[in-house]
């Protein structure tokens, strides 16, 4: 008992959530099933029915623009808040009946939340401590967890002596020293300047590896979603737009939401002239272009349709005059190998794509993309994605 240092967890944020009887080494999750998973503040709807499967070892991420519904998704994982409908099972037990603190997830949120007047080191102990695990097995376990996060030498220090990356580090490890079945970060990297958040980034995809971490990774940015997760969630007004892979995403955006999200940056509204075995030819605003519908959409002559492009499938013409697209060059951006351009078509759409060629603004430009890089998805009515 004399061990608990007297704090009010209150005053500086939420404390750690230890679990009374997870136990080290066995506290992986195996599967992690959410079954209609809705959440309403009044009248509105942040969630509707989220059905996901987690395995253990998976780094999920959950990725949508501001409002989503991304945060009240993982505070209903978390216990913070509690569902309006559905169910969440760990390894076959419900578990959304239970306050957080029997859920034992471990939580890393974007303000980092540490205690300021304890060291990294006991900040990090303190949920051990909590559990009253013995000082022996706190020491082991503590300097084994800032060995992983690369603290050693930082570990007397308070969090206002240590730079934000490094307060983000012993968030983490805080988290982890428990070995949770389960690691929630809600943006974690938002506060950190660019360069952090890249470093940062590698880090904790590293940890998660090596400490066999499963996580559920909340974020706006589609980058790091796709160069940390093993799968993506990608959310549009509280509701699933698709679950995958990043390949699967990246490749086979399953809408116009989800590719504009991929980088999908030139979303044109055609019309299909014809569509058969050879493809979709699209029509419209001055433009033809021969494109690929997108898996299990079947479309007729004088559908309504968006076609996305890639900026870096869509490039000028090798022979000026053959390509498909009109367009005046507005903006060029230098990106080192080649151009980002900007331009205008004739009907007033804004392209954007790139090329190796050096272009001036005023410069016209034919361009051209490959049919199996140009998506065609139905619109539904006033449907419009900018
Ligand atoms: P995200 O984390 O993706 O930005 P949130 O889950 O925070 O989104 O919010 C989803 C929606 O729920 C938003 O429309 C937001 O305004 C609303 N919302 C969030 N928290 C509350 C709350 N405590 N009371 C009422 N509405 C809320
Ligand atoms: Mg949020």
Redesign the pocket.
């Known amino acids: 008992m004399s061990t608990v240092p007297a704090v009010d967890p209150t005053a500086s944020g939420p404390p750690p959530s230890p679990p009374p009887d997870a136990t080290h080494p066995d506290s992986q999750l195996h599967e992690l099933r959410l079954r209609g998973v809705t959440r309403d ?2 009248a ?1 709807t ?2 509707h029915p989220l059905d996901l499967t987690l395995h253990g070892g998976e780094f999920v991420a ?1 990725l ?12 209903c994982l978390a216990g913070l808040l509690p569902l309006t409908g559905g169910q969440i099972t760990l390894d076959g037990r419900r578990i959304d009946t239970l306050p957080p603190e029997k859920r034992g997830f471990g939580m890393v949120f974007q303000n980092y939340a540490l205690f300021p007047h304890l060291s990294a080191r006991a900040n990090i102990a303190f949920g051990l401590r909590m559990r009253r695990t013995p000082k022996a097995e706190i020491n082991r376990r503590v300097d084994e967890v800032l060995r992983l996060v690369k603290l050693t030498e930082q570990a007397r220090k308070h969090p206002g002596q240590l730079s934000g990356g490094q307060q983000q580090r012993v968030a983490i490890a805080r988290a982890i020293v428990l070995e949770p079945p389960l690691v929630l970060m ?2 974690p990297l938002s506060n950190l300047d660019a360069a952090l958040r890249l470093e940062m980034r590698s880090e904790i995809r590293r940890i998660h590896q090596e400490f066999g971490l499963t996580t559920v990774y ?1 974020t ?1 940015d589609q980058e790091e979603a796709l160069s940390l997760a093993d799968r993506l969630v990608v ?1 549009h007004e ?1 509701r699933v737009s698709q679950i995958g892979t990043p390949a699967d995403l990246y490749e086979h955006p399953a809408n116009p939401h989800v590719a504009s999200f991929m980088g999908y940056r030139n979303l044109l509204h055609l019309e299909v002239a014809s569509a058969d075995a050879r493809g979709t030819l699209t029509r419209g605003r001055g433009l033809e272009l021969r494109g690929t519908a997108v898996a299990n959409h079947l479309l007729a002559t004088g559908d309504q349709v968006i076609v996305a492009i890639r900026p870096e499938d869509l490039h000028p013409a090798e022979d000026p005059g053959t390509g498909n697209i009109e367009a005046i060059a507005e903006i060029v951006e230098y990106h080192g190998r080649q151009f980002h351009v900007e331009g205008l078509t004739r009907h007033g759409d804004r392209v954007h794509f790139t090329t190796t060629a050096h272009l001036r603004p005023d410069d016209a430009v034919c361009l051209t993309v490959p049919a199996d890089r140009a998506m065609v998805f139905p619109r539904q009515p006033q449907e419009s994605i900018a």
């Open positions: 503040y009044g509105h942040a969630l959950l949508g623009p501001s409002g989503s519904g991304k945060t009240t998704a993982l505070n809600d943006e909340v706006h959310l509280g």
